[in-house]
């Protein structure tokens, strides 16, 4: 490691600077590095560079050059911060001697958004989707009042409740620019909460549930999270499957878009269904692709969106018989 006349002066630069040995765990840091991390010094030196640098590919040009001494830049990396934000940088790696690397980070600009096609769509019909809503609604209302049975009374009421979830996130999309509400969700009560959606269907599948009970909450938007769930199942349901497993797990170095997630939710919904056609398979979740001739095809591609907007990703793998949709969401960092 450099000697304290050189970390006195690294200190000072406004540029974000890290001293690694040669099993690629932090040394020294200087403040400039630490704040872009929303760490302090302490908590990060020790710590392993893969902690930050969470592409393989970017650690294996670290190990490159240290085992090559030689100069390697990194462009356009993403180095994922203490608070689980992700920034792009450029990162040059400068072999020190023969027992470590200077690490200097320089985070890039972050890149214009556009507003999303798909969101100005769901608005639309978000629009057109609320006096049937409201319709909908009064009906059941009016069933509940009029029906005798529990449990038809129960089943009146499922209406008025999705009917009433639909509503809001409609209104959601058409007055709050469809901004996410977050809050702890507990996965496995939506789980719950689908099955009972599922069991009210004319011709319900047969469900296995198989649920990691030790996850905790994630921090996301219930309302539209149940409605991803909703979504793949329903998806399963109308292509064929008899038979749905919901499962759940916690996964680790998951990438989610430019992101990657130390930790992750990974919730499951497998089908016995025929599979994904082979020609959709690269474009499944675009808008208006569908396998279906009465498809509109904007649910997985709206599920999508809803991973992506939670920091997530949802991914599909498929084969005749067994299809798996797969929705990752981060796991808080517990202090």
């Not at 996301?220 to 008899?242: F, K, P, S, T």
Request: negative net charge; aromatic residues 4%; charged residues 25%.
């Amino acid at each position: 490691m450099r000697d304290e006349a050189w970390q006195a002066w690294a200190e000072r630069l406004a540029t974000g600077v890290a001293w690694v040995d040669a099993g690629l765990r932090v040394r020294w840091l200087n403040g400039a590095l630490a704040e872009l991390l929303g760490s302090g010094m302490r908590s990060a030196v020790d710590q392993p560079l893969s902690l930050w640098l969470c592409s393989p590919d970017d650690l294996a040009q670290a190990r490159r050059a240290l085992d090559e001494s030689r100069f390697v830049q990194l462009r356009e990396a993403a180095l994922l911060a203490f608070d689980e934000r992700t920034l792009e940088a450029d990162i040059g790696l400068q072999p020190d001697g023969e027992d470590g690397l200077l690490v200097e980070v320089h985070v890039l600009a972050e890149r214009s958004r556009t507003a999303s096609p798909l969101s100005a769509t769901l608005r639309g019909f978000a629009h057109e989707v609320k006096n049937p809503l409201a319709g909908l609604r009064g009906a059941a209302q009016l069933l509940q009042r009029r029906i005798d049975g529990a449990e038809l009374q129960a089943l009146a009421g499922l209406i008025i409740d999705e009917a009433d979830r639909l509503a809001t996130l409609a209104n959601r999309l058409l007055h709050h620019d469809g901004a996410v509400q977050l809050g702890a969700v507990g996965i496995h009560q939506l789980l719950d909460r689908l099955s009972e959606l599922l069991q009210a269907e004319p011709r319900p599948p047969r469900l296995r549930h198989d649920y990691d009970p030790s996850l905790p909450d994630v921090r996301g938007d219930a309302d539209r999270l149940q409605q991803v769930l909703l979504n793949l199942a329903r998806n399963a349901v109308e292509a064929g499957a008899r038979t749905l497993t919901l499962r759940t797990r916690a996964e680790h170095g998951v990438r989610a878009g430019a992101r990657v997630l130390r930790s992750a939710l990974r919730v499951d919904v497998v089908d016995d269904g025929p599979g994904v056609p082979a020609e959709l398979r690269d474009t499944l979740f675009e808008p208006l692709v569908s396998g279906r001739a009465d498809g509109t095809g904007l649910g997985l591609a709206l599920s999508r969106e809803i991973a992506l907007e939670h920091g997530g990703e949802l991914c599909c793998t498929s084969e005749p018989g067994r299809t798996v949709f797969s929705l990752y969401l981060p796991l808080e960092r517990t202090p």
